[in-house]
């Protein structure tokens, strides 16, 4: 339900009174334009066909009638709106700035944290410009790769930072049209600094920020949210602080839509310099930038780029603990806390951002201390929304990639519309190769001997395998006291709803129902329902169990015979690694698993199990046995051989149970294929069955 | 689920064994082809809207991902798939034939007819070609408007026949584009008549039926299915019988899918004819053509037209009874049944096809003995569906339209592409104007004189209208003895479910709340429920409580500060004539009110309270009173006075409440709004407030 209460539609001349109650009411209105009736639908939709495949049509405004309901209205709204709705609504966000890794694994490790700092609900992040290391490449720590991942496999609102200064106009056009086909939508424009002692500026290149600002308005319209730098004592190159004012006055009118200032490190320094700037009628949001102070040596560092003087006071205290970590970031955090409070308290600063040098601890503690760290356990949708324009729409998506997000996301990359109200029938979708996304966001995410200590340094039977899966449930410690803390098959820890049928899961695996997806059934639970809820308020969510397994041709077999007394409930895929499928879904069309109804909306499905799709799943699922497992073991090991024995054996189970106001049967159906392949005379008649 | 049972979908090569165990399974299985791994998913829907823009491409297969689950796999099959489909199964079928009729009333008997003979289930309808009727034209008693008439709005399977004789190939080629374009998809090609007593062949035009039907073929590819009229003695006019199965051989290798047999008296003429036919290798299927004698006069024309002989057997029993229409009827029908069951023991026939002569009784007494009169009660969708081709994919419309159905798909007949999966939000679509549809599907259905008895010759009050709505509901004749049947807003009896809340709906009405719409609130009801039910078995149903009416200002006033209380719950619109629209509906978004889930399929939501359509409704909703209501009355007259001051000033109220798992809040809202309005201090307390 909307907030703001009832609306006025007019669509014709008014009658005043019933205006008058609406108002009485506390009622709030606006106004659509009269309804177009001469335009037909067929119009419309010849229209928004076009401006889809047309390249630049993500800026505009017009949805097609088929937009997703706004189940998250922030998902469809540019940077500068949600700040804008922040600010009418009185919220104070944070936004949190990274710089790009230098290695690979460095690259993984923060991933990870974007994901586990994207729980506290930054507005955006921002990734720094490092002109020594290509930033607009496509190797994986390029600035350019980390903020394209940001958003797209992070789901983050994220903001590039580029700068000017040594780039000829044709290589920043070039790095932004780049930067706008991966989905980054905001650029922080700088100006950057020269890296030989002397500024020798080249023909053509910008001398400053103000020219990038003007160049991204020129060659890309409204399409960017651009941020520029704010110094709160002046820029140090320039010759007063008047004069860096009006050169951020330029900034700000060449089309800047906010500003992020350089850090300070007293309350006073910015709100002195909010005051000016609005004295000189800079009107756009300032963000304060916020540096916790984490060691002596990254303040010092710090301080030495910046050009800016620590104050006597804190000099005072760090100076004798420099050689002390946690002292000076205990000390940094109290000092960032209080310095946001005052900020805060001030009521000129709509948000903070924070240079968290890419750690994650001093910046969470200041938020948590502020009460701004805010982890909102509800969703909008059960899995995670990619931020890339083009995805605005996706609401629907195959349950099978549920523990591997980025990898789905990955191999629909190419895709230029996304499933949005159903997933439909009929086609075949094409899913990329994984050849790429193996080499950087799996490979590096954990290294082989830790891999080699869960799963096993050798195997000695299938039964062996079993346990691994089993140990990963339970999450109790190895024979040799190792956690199993992933499986292939996860990209993701445990979802919360797992935990609901653990004792189950842990009984079908140790029997060797090596289960890798599932879910239980849910009938109209509340949508706020902290472990299976998402979607916005007032709702109900619904589920129909699942349960996805590899398992031996043996136990297949038995579960085909045993299938048949439930044809008229369970639906089923059974494939093995050759690709036969037998399945009783009806005319191979998709099963929705996982819905939701929600006041004054549409219905949502945001999970199908999808029979073209799952072909496609099964390549990816048998390869991951041999890929991430198989290939830890020496070619002609014993422990390599079991695994590619269950590679080319098992068969890939997947199971929907329909029915889902009653309880969950696929526990039994499992029961019933146990107890056939323990009855000898069941086995006999089998084999006498003509 | 799939009554086949379990597929198999093979992607590679495959296993040997386990097809055993399925086959073994008794488990029926097919191949699609290998999935297109090169193809993208922005190709396939380019393709798709390329394709869709052509016209000709309702006939291809190729059907794109935002299909509707096969919820009605007949709804995407041709006719000659669905008798195969029959065919195989063992379904018999039964077909029937309409001539157009000679008035406009004639016509909307027709179609009142159409709907209640479409309850039996035949698998298609026909329409004769009245060369003297100018039946290629746009009136509303044409051939061709008929069958448009059953496929668009009584969305019957229709087949139109068609005659060459005296027509140029462009004249026929004009008919058949025309056919296309309205969504006839099935022609019978005839000869037809000379209407002088000499056959003069013009130059160029065909001779025979044969040359239409590879005109059809050449001209049309495989768009239509067609017929062809069979002889089972013979065409009167072809030499011998052996010339004349030439002759028919001749049409069916030019493209016929099947033939229908005139008339006949004796099953042996049938099935020597079938013999025959199949000795000549004609495989097509072939329909008895059922003629139940109705009365002495139209057997002697028929008899006459068709020169065929009557038996003597039957003419020993008819002629003495000649005067006595009951009891030749009820001979007929005796006939009628002994025939047909001949023919199906017979084990040739896979289905009959009846001459009606535009009568349900004897057809449908006929069949009822057959026990082929199968009025199935499940409904494919909650709303009745369209047979015109381009809305195969139809599946949601707003509810504002549930009981004037006709008029929905009148004014949504220019839509090129039509809501499927959702409906959809931000776009305005175009509804076409009423008027010309008043004039025939409305105007002609009930005269002036009827209507003043079950309305009132004179109306003396707001209340006497309340009466009115009040009777409608009761079903209780009002004081003049008349039973009100139905009202301006209701092209459709009252829906079954309407009488679950009779008591409170004869409430309300009785203060003043105007209703013309309403559903209960269903919390996962089978699909198979004979009230609330729709869609395949094995499924569930839901509803948000609606309830849509009229009422004065003062109750529109009490209900909206009512609703406040409210808020959170129950969406509402409250609009007036002039189109002021009061909602509190989020961001102007659909509501879905009727949705179901079935086992394997995705979610399906037929029926949506869209509160951009509903401006358009409202329109229609407030003129329903002057044109269908008021226009009975003299200009100056109290009575018309009366239902122009309720035009003018009453509001359009509609009402969801989202909580279906609850009870029903409506009732409440509107007893709140009745205890608000009888509360003086109440009302004093408003008028206070600033």
Same mark, same amino acid.
Request: some cysteine; charged content about 25%; overall charge negative.
């Given at each position: 339900?909307?907030?703001?209460?009832?609306?006025?539609?007019?669509?014709?001349?008014?009658s005043?009174?019933?205006? *008058?109650w609406?108002?009485?009411?506390?009622?709030?209105?606006?106004?659509?334009?009269?309804?177009?009736? +001469?335009?037909?639908?067929?119009? *419309?939709? @010849?229209?928004r066909?076009?401006?889809?495949s047309?390249?630049?049509?993500?800026?505009?405004k017009?949805s097609?009638?088929?937009?997703?309901?706004?189940?998250?209205?922030?998902?469809?709204?540019?940077?500068?709106?949600?700040?804008?709705?922040?600010?009418?609504?009185?919220?104070?966000?944070f936004s949190?700035?990274?710089?790009?890794?230098?290695?690979?694994?460095?690259?993984?490790?923060l991933?990870?944290?974007?994901?586990?700092m994207?729980?506290?609900?930054?507005?955006?992040?921002?990734?720094?410009?490092?002109?020594?290391?290509?930033?607009?490449?496509d190797?994986?720590?390029?600035?350019? *790769?980390?903020? +394209?991942?940001?958003?797209?496999?992070?789901?983050?609102?994220?903001?590039?930072?580029m700068?000017?200064?040594q780039?000829?106009?044709?290589?920043?056009?070039?790095?932004?049209n780049?930067?706008?086909?991966?989905?980054?939508?905001?650029?922080?424009?700088?100006?950057?600094?020269? $890296?030989?002692?002397q500024?020798?500026? @080249?023909?053509?290149?910008?001398?400053?920020?103000?020219?990038?600002?003007?160049?991204?308005?020129?060659?890309?319209?409204?399409?960017?949210?651009?941020?520029?730098?704010?110094?709160?004592?002046?820029?140090?190159?320039?010759g007063?602080?008047?004069?860096?004012?009006?050169?951020?006055k330029?900034?700000?009118?060449?089309?800047?839509?906010f500003?992020?200032?350089?850090?300070?490190?007293?309350?006073?320094?910015?709100?002195?310099?909010?005051?000016?700037?609005?004295?000189?009628?800079?009107?756009?949001?300032?963000l304060?930038?916020?540096?916790?102070?984490?060691?002596?040596?990254? *303040?010092?560092?710090?301080?030495?780029?910046?050009?800016?003087?620590?104050?006597?006071?804190?000099?005072?205290?760090?100076?004798p603990?420099?050689?002390?970590?946690?002292?000076?970031?205990?000390?940094?955090?109290?000092?960032?806390?209080?310095?946001?409070?005052?900020?805060?308290?001030?009521?000129?600063?709509?948000?903070?951002?924070?240079?968290?040098?890419?750690?994650?601890?001093? $910046?969470?503690m200041?938020?948590?201390?502020?009460g701004?760290?805010?982890?909102?356990?509800?969703?909008?949708?059960?899995?995670?929304?990619?931020?890339?324009?083009?995805?605005?729409?996706?609401?629907?998506?195959?349950?099978?990639?549920a523990?591997?997000?980025?990898?789905?996301?990955?191999?629909?990359?190419?895709?230029?519309?996304?499933?949005?109200?159903?997933?439909?029938?009929?086609?075949?979708?094409?899913?990329?190769?994984?050849?790429?996304?193996?080499?950087?966001?799996?490979?590096?995410?954990?290294?082989?001997?830790?891999?080699?200590?869960?799963?096993?340094?050798?195997?000695?039977? @299938?039964?062996?395998?079993?346990?691994?899966?089993?140990r990963?449930?339970?999450?109790?410690?190895?024979?040799?006291?190792?956690?199993?803390?992933?499986?292939?098959?996860?990209?993701?820890?445990?979802?919360?709803? $797992?935990?609901?049928?653990?004792?189950?899961?842990?009984?079908?695996?140790?029997?060797?129902?090596?289960?890798?997806?599932?879910?239980?059934?849910?009938?109209?639970?509340?949508s706020?329902?902290?472990i299976?809820?998402?979607?916005? +308020?007032?709702?109900?969510?619904?589920?129909?169990?699942?349960?996805?397994?590899?398992?031996?041709?043996?136990?297949?077999?038995?579960?085909l015979?045993?299938?048949?007394?439930?044809?008229?409930?369970?639906?089923?895929?059974?494939?093995?690694?050759?690709?036969?499928?037998i399945?009783?879904?009806?005319?191979?069309?998709?099963?929705?698993?996982?819905?939701?109804?929600?006041?004054?909306?549409?219905?949502?499905?945001?999970?199908?199990?999808?029979?073209?799709?799952?072909?496609?799943?099964?390549?990816?699922?048998?390869?991951?046995?041999?890929?991430?497992?198989g290939?830890?073991?020496?070619?002609?090991?014993?422990?390599?051989?079991?695994?590619?024995?269950?590679?080319?054996?098992?068969?890939?189970?997947?199971?929907?149970?329909?029915?889902?106001?009653?309880?969950?049967?696929?526990?039994?159906?499992?029961?019933?294929?146990?107890?056939?392949?323990s009855?000898?005379?069941?086995?006999?008649?089998?084999?006498?069955?003509?």
């Amino acid at each position: 339900m909307d907030p703001g209460g009832a609306r006025v539609l007019a669509a014709g001349p008014h009658s005043p009174s019933l205006r *008058m109650w609406a108002s009485k009411a506390g009622i709030s209105r606006y106004s659509v334009p009269p309804s177009i009736s +001469s335009r037909t639908w067929a119009t *419309m939709n @010849e229209t928004r066909g076009s401006s889809g495949s047309s390249s630049g049509s993500e800026g505009s405004k017009d949805s097609s009638r088929c937009s997703t309901p706004g189940l998250d209205p922030e998902r469809h709204e540019r940077l500068r709106e949600k700040m804008r709705r922040r600010m009418e609504a009185g919220d104070k966000w944070f936004s949190l700035e990274f710089f790009p890794p230098r290695t690979a694994e460095g690259a993984a490790n923060l991933l990870a944290m974007f994901d586990e700092m994207a729980a506290g609900g930054p507005l955006f992040i921002d990734v720094t410009w490092h002109p020594a290391g290509n930033p607009g490449s496509d190797k994986e720590t390029s600035s350019m *790769m980390i903020a +394209s991942t940001a958003v797209n496999y992070c789901g983050l609102e994220t903001m590039l930072h580029m700068s000017c200064c040594q780039q000829s106009p044709e290589e920043i056009t070039g790095h932004l049209n780049k930067a706008k086909q991966l989905g980054i939508k905001n650029i922080l424009a700088l100006r950057g600094d020269p $890296t030989g002692d002397q500024w020798d500026a @080249e023909d053509g290149a910008f001398d400053y920020a103000t020219d990038m600002v003007k160049h991204i308005r020129r060659e890309f319209g409204d399409y960017f949210d651009i941020c520029v730098a704010g110094y709160p004592k002046g820029h140090p190159e320039a010759g007063s602080f008047e004069e860096d004012l009006r050169h951020l006055k330029e900034k700000v009118s060449a089309g800047a839509d906010f500003i992020i200032t350089q850090l300070f490190f007293e309350a006073d320094t910015f709100l002195h310099f909010v005051k000016a700037c609005k004295e000189i009628g800079i009107t756009c949001p300032i963000l304060p930038g916020i540096f916790p102070i984490q060691s002596y040596s990254s *303040m010092r560092q710090l301080v030495k780029l910046s050009k800016l003087e620590v104050p006597q006071e804190i000099k005072d205290v760090i100076e004798p603990i420099k050689d002390n970590d946690a002292a000076i970031c205990s000390y940094g955090i109290e000092l960032a806390v209080n310095l946001c409070q005052e900020l805060l308290a001030s009521g000129v600063v709509p948000g903070l951002h924070f240079y968290t040098l890419n750690r994650k601890m001093a $910046t969470t503690m200041v938020l948590k201390r502020l009460g701004m760290w805010n982890e909102d356990p509800r969703r909008p949708l059960p899995w995670a929304i990619s931020a890339h324009p083009k995805r605005r729409e996706e609401d629907v998506r195959p349950i099978f990639w549920a523990s591997r997000p980025k990898s789905y996301i990955y191999r629909t990359q190419d895709w230029n519309e996304f499933p949005n109200g159903r997933w439909g029938n009929s086609s075949s979708p094409a899913f990329g190769e994984l050849k790429n996304y193996y080499l950087f966001y799996l490979k590096s995410k954990c290294p082989r001997q830790e891999l080699l200590k869960m799963w096993g340094e050798e195997l000695s039977s @299938e039964e062996s395998v079993f346990e691994v899966f089993e140990r990963y449930l339970s999450g109790e410690p190895n024979q040799h006291g190792y956690k199993v803390t992933c499986l292939p098959w996860n990209d993701e820890p445990l979802a919360a709803e $797992t935990s609901l049928m653990k004792e189950q899961l842990l009984r079908v695996n140790r029997l060797g129902i090596l289960t890798i997806n599932s879910q239980p059934n849910v009938n109209g639970k509340p949508s706020s329902d902290p472990i299976v809820g998402w979607g916005p +308020s007032g709702g109900y969510v619904f589920q129909k169990a699942y349960l996805e397994f590899f398992t031996s041709r043996e136990t297949a077999q038995a579960l085909l015979q045993v299938l048949k007394k439930y044809e008229l409930r369970v639906n089923y895929h059974i494939v093995d690694v050759k690709g036969e499928n037998i399945t009783n879904a009806p005319e191979l069309q998709p099963n929705a698993v996982t819905w939701g109804i929600f006041p004054g909306r549409e219905i949502i499905q945001p999970t199908v199990v999808d029979p073209i799709s799952f072909m496609f799943w099964k390549d990816e699922a048998f390869a991951l046995w041999i890929e991430q497992w198989g290939k830890l073991y020496d070619e002609e090991s014993p422990s390599r051989m079991i695994i590619r024995y269950i590679h080319d054996n098992y068969f890939l189970v997947n199971l929907v149970d329909n029915e889902f106001p009653q309880d969950n049967c696929l526990w039994q159906v499992v029961e019933d294929a146990f107890e056939l392949l323990s009855r000898p005379a069941g086995r006999s008649r089998e084999v006498e069955a003509p």
